[in-house]
């Protein structure tokens, strides 16, 4: 049994619990001796966003009633990305605190949930993303971490290491280091946020 810690970790549409921003947030957890349920799902194809949120919110209270029932934990922290913050009434509505990675601002419902949370949730995103809103997340929570220039991805373009301004190619062999796992898909969910929404769906590329 965890002692005092557990947490709930909730994936994007591509972004799996294994990706570097959700595996690092849980290994947190885990090396300060907590329990930690990561939930492995693949999303239907839904005709609107209310199926969508529906479905979302049944995977994370199925996940955190899990840990409850295997745990001392009285309120595990739900640590979510992207689509997973689909699941912030969940966490407003059972008192949970909660880690929101790249949350869907533009989303009312996601937002209204986030609003009036009572426990403390981190709200984390870029100002690349279309997806975040730096004002309004503070105006949410004051715990806010914005990184200048990361995208939906929380990736921040820049030169490849090797070419700094004053090298060469071929100055050292460090070249550019590759994207984490699961960039690729990442990409891909950040070209489709300038797509026409259906529902809540294409707003929150997850």
């Known amino acids: 049994m965890a002692d005092g810690r557990a947490a709930v970790v909730v994936?994007?549409?591509?972004?799996?619990?294994?990706?570097p921003l959700l595996m690092y947030a849980g290994l947190a957890v885990e090396r300060r001796g907590g329990?930690?349920?990561?939930?492995?799902?693949t999303v239907p194809q839904f005709g609107g966003g209310d199926d969508e949120r529906a479905w979302v919110a049944a995977r994370v209270g199925e996940a955190v009633d899990a840990v409850l029932a295997a745990t001392n934990v009285a309120a595990p922290v739900v640590i979510g990305k992207s689509l997973g913050s689909l699941a912030a009434p969940v966490a407003a509505d059972r008192g949970l605190p909660a880690v929101w990675l790249t949350p869907i601002l533009t989303d009312e419902l996601t937002v209204a949930a986030l609003r009036r949370a009572a426990p403390p949730c981190l709200l984390i995103g870029g100002t690349a993303d279309k997806a975040w809103d730096g004002q309004l997340a503070r105006s949410l929570t004051p715990y806010v971490l914005e990184i200048d220039g990361a995208d939906h991805g929380m990736f921040?373009?820049?030169?490849?290491?090797?070419?700094r301004r004053g090298s060469r190619p071929g100055d050292n062999d460090c070249g550019e280091l590759p994207r984490p796992p699961g960039m690729a898909a990442e990409q891909r969910a950040r070209q489709q946020l300038s797509q026409p929404s259906r529902g809540v769906t294409a707003s929150h590329q997850r």
């Open 35 to 41: 329990s930690v349920r990561r939930i492995s799902w």
């Open 156 to 163: 921040v373009p820049r030169a490849p290491i090797g070419l």
């Open 11 to 19: 994936p994007g549409l591509f972004y799996s619990a294994d990706g």
